[in-house]
């Protein structure tokens, strides 16, 4: 079946580490996104890619980095720059193959211990 | 800036209707949409509205007034599964950008 997978559903980071979140889809989207969730609140958009080996700041970039080198591959980088990384992660990917409605990943958790 | 504003908390109880409101404010516009997401879950789609009017699914209707750059999301016939926070996205279409709303908490009652 079609969808969205984001690898590791937990994660836990320790103080100046890089870690990186996963987020493949195999809907043939061109658009993939990643958001930040912090605990009751809203999805804040880190970053952006519209097509392969393109991507554009969301709202709440610094300390974050992506790459799409592939259509099917989105992956995030937080990195030591990030002082608070401890959140809800969620990878997201809309395309005119699946009439334009978004498609979320189960998410990923990262905990800075 | 770009924003979109939705009230934090609503409650209901079973068998209800209850209408959640969206106003935004962004430099491009596609379409308006809305989701559900449970607490540890992912956000799951509700209703998507392109054009002004109304737009029936099931239990759920959602609205659009761009003139008003306004929406609505109406849920009838409540049921306690229901309970769950309600987003709204402005698709701001030339730019990509997905923007979403702060959420809000929807708690059923018996």
């Known amino acids: 079946d079609g969808g969205i997978t984001q690898s590791p559903k937990y994660l836990f980071r320790k103080e100046g580490q890089n870690v990186t979140l996963s987020c493949e889809q195999n809907l043939n989207h061109d658009a993939m996104y990643w958001y930040r969730q912090d605990p009751g609140q809203g999805l804040r958009l880190i970053y952006y890619?519209?097509?392969?080996?393109?991507?554009q700041k969301g709202d709440i970039a610094e300390g974050y980095s992506v790459s799409r080198e592939k259509k099917e591959s989105f992956p995030l980088t937080v990195t030591s720059a990030q002082k608070n990384p401890t959140a809800f992660y969620l990878c997201?990917?809309?395309?005119?193959?699946?009439?334009?409605?978004?498609?979320f990943g189960e998410g990923s958790w990262l905990t800075v211990v | 800036g770009q924003s979109l504003e939705q009230p934090s908390e609503v409650t209901a109880v079973e068998g209800a209707i209850v209408q959640i409101n969206c106003t935004y404010q962004t430099s491009g516009f596609y379409g308006l949409s809305w989701y559900q997401q449970h607490d540890g879950g992912a956000p799951t789609f509700l209703s998507y509205n392109a054009l002004d009017g109304l737009e029936e699914t099931g239990r759920f209707s959602s609205f659009l007034s761009r003139s008003d750059s306004y929406g609505y999301l109406l849920l009838q016939e409540l049921q306690m599964k229901d309970s769950a926070s309600y987003f709204c996205a402005v698709d701001s279409g030339n730019t990509g950008k997905l923007i979403f709303g702060q959420g809000t908490t929807l708690q059923v009652k018996p």
């Open positions: 997201a990917s809309v395309g005119q193959a699946t009439g334009n409605t978004i498609y």
């Open positions: 890619s519209q097509i392969v080996n393109d991507f």
